[in-house]
């Protein structure tokens, strides 16, 4: 997901008639992406934080009109008109050289068609990385500083290799 919201923030970017020109969104990931994230069909109609926080469509309106998602920013998109007038405009689909890639690769696509027949695409082949300090400010964003950090359970054992 973290991928999709990279990929609609650098659209957001290159949009120059605002986001009501957008007549439709195409996301085209991995089969097992797809799957994952709730199938072609995902949630369209209301949500709770819960489901929002795990449907493409929104997460993808969100950033196009708000130009972020972070925790705090659920309470007041999750019924905003106009994500969810523009949630119903994503869609999800294979793309047979990502389902190939994957698990080596994540890549995704974001095609936007504009009311004026342009068309607007941005693609990885990977979600961008995150280094260490990124990974504390988000974590500072889900958990602020102030609050305790201390885990109430320690996991042993070491993660198994990812595949190659």
Do not use: C
């Not at 698990?103 to 607007?120: F, I, S, V, W």
């Amino acid at each position: 997901m973290q991928g999709l919201v990279e990929l609609a923030g650098q659209l957001r970017g290159r949009l120059q008639g605002g986001i009501a020109s957008i007549r439709s969104i195409d996301v085209s990931m991995s089969r097992q992406a797809v799957t994952i994230l709730g199938g072609p069909g995902a949630r369209t109609g209301r949500l709770n934080r819960e489901t929002a926080d795990h449907t493409p469509g929104f997460a993808i309106a969100a950033v196009l009109h708000a130009g972020q998602l972070s925790p705090a920013d659920y309470g007041r998109l999750l019924d905003d008109e106009t994500v969810l007038s523009l949630m119903g405009k994503v869609s999800l689909q294979e793309d047979a050289q990502a389902s190939a890639a994957y698990p080596r690769h994540l890549p995704a696509r974001l095609r936007a068609r504009l009311a004026d027949g342009r068309e607007l695409e941005v693609s990885q082949s990977d979600p961008g990385s995150v280094d260490r300090d990124a990974f504390l400010r988000k974590l500072d964003t889900l958990w602020p500083a102030d609050r305790t950090r201390d885990w109430p359970w320690r996991l042993g054992g070491s993660a198994p290799p990812f595949p190659r």
